[in-house]
T-cell receptor, first 113, second 112 residues
């Protein structure tokens, strides 16, 4: 298995632009998680899905952030409009069961100028 | 404040030393996981503890789940530079099975 796939690996954009991060979970996993990691705040859970349905989005910082999972093999995290404080590494992870091992992707390093 | 507090936040030691990192909460967890994250990569699961008082060993790493399932510890014997990384605990409480938490992390640096 290729593991969790994220794209792009790096993204540099200007403030105000729309950013879309993509994730392909491990086939057969029923949970998908989006995290943000910064030096200041550590690893934060933004949202997670179970069988493509959002279960807990309480970590989504504000309305500028949205996430979708149109099918079991694809999810997106969109930031519109982006701001410099959104600069972080965004991880996607998937698991079998909520308490199962979470397998993390390589992350997307986002820099908003 | 984080539901899972880890201490210390930072630890820098010499190769060969022993160390313990802690993961504490006021909440009861149905299970706790420990992950290690190396620079530039995502976290990788080390172990899951489920039963209060449980002890699990992974080579030089010993994990313990508190009797009340509110805390956990990770002890490393004879640390090596390869142990360097960010150690994270994570889990689901017994109060809300839909809520998953990660701890604040302990950043370990083992100097050769």
């Amino acid at each position: 298995d290729a593991g969790v796939i994220q794209s792009p690996r790096h993204e540099v954009t200007e403030m105000g632009q729309e950013v879309t991060l993509r994730c392909k979970p491990i086939s057969g996993h029923d949970y998908l998680f989006w995290y943000r990691q910064t030096m200041m705040r550590g690893l934060e859970l933004l949202i997670y899905f179970n069988n493509n349905v959002p279960i807990d989005d309480s970590g989504m910082p504000e309305d500028r952030f949205s996430a979708k999972m149109p099918n079991a093999s694809f999810s997106t995290l969109k930031i519109q409009p982006s701001e410099p404080r959104d600069s972080a590494v965004y991880f996607c992870a998937s698991s079998l069961g909520l308490r199962g091992t979470q397998y993390f992707g390589p992350g997307t390093r986002l820099l908003v100028l | 404040t984080q539901l899972l507090e880890q201490s210390p936040q930072f630890l820098s030691i010499q190769e060969g030393e022993n160390l313990t990192v802690y993961c504490n909460s006021s909440s009861v967890f149905s299970s706790l996981q420990w992950y290690r994250q190396e620079p530039g990569e995502g976290p990788v699961l080390l172990v899951t503890v489920v039963t209060g008082g449980e002890v699990k060993k992974l080579k030089r790493l010993t994990f313990q789940f508190g009797d009340a399932r509110k805390d956990s510890s990770l002890h490393i014997t004879a640390a090596q530079p390869g142990d360097t990384g960010l150690y994270l605990c994570a889990g689901v409480t017994v109060y809300n099975f839909n809520k998953f938490y990660f701890g604040s992390g302990t950043k370990l640096n083992v100097k050769p």
